[in-house]
């Protein structure tokens, strides 16, 4: 689970934003390519299963209602949020055009 003690940058945050985007992408990699899987009719073992990552939960979340859903140390720095959605439309949009090439091959 992410918590904005997480997000704080500089000397005495000790994480940079390139990494704290990266360990998103890493998650989302894992959670969509766990999806992937299961959409082919591949079976998960339960330790292999990735729980939905946070930040895409908030993210559907702001989607579905038009709200802003974060709250705190997230919402005093509006960049760092800005760019984790960022990442995550990225990814949804990765996933879409897979799954549209996929299909489209399968009409072949």
Request: hydrophobic fraction near 35%.
């Amino acid at each position: 689970m992410c918590n904005s003690s997480e997000y704080r940058l500089g000397a005495t945050g000790g994480r940079t934003l390139g990494d704290i985007l990266e360990d998103l992408q890493t998650r989302l990699d894992s959670y969509f390519g766990m999806l992937t899987q299961m959409s082919f009719g591949l079976k998960i073992r339960p330790d292999e299963v990735v729980e939905k990552p946070l930040e895409l939960k908030k993210y559907q979340q702001m989607e579905a209602t038009g709200l802003p859903m974060w709250a705190g140390g997230l919402q005093d720095q509006p960049h760092i949020w800005l760019e984790m959605m960022g990442v995550i439309r990225h990814m949804i949009e990765i996933r879409k055009n897979l799954a549209r090439a996929n299909k489209q091959s399968e009409e072949r």
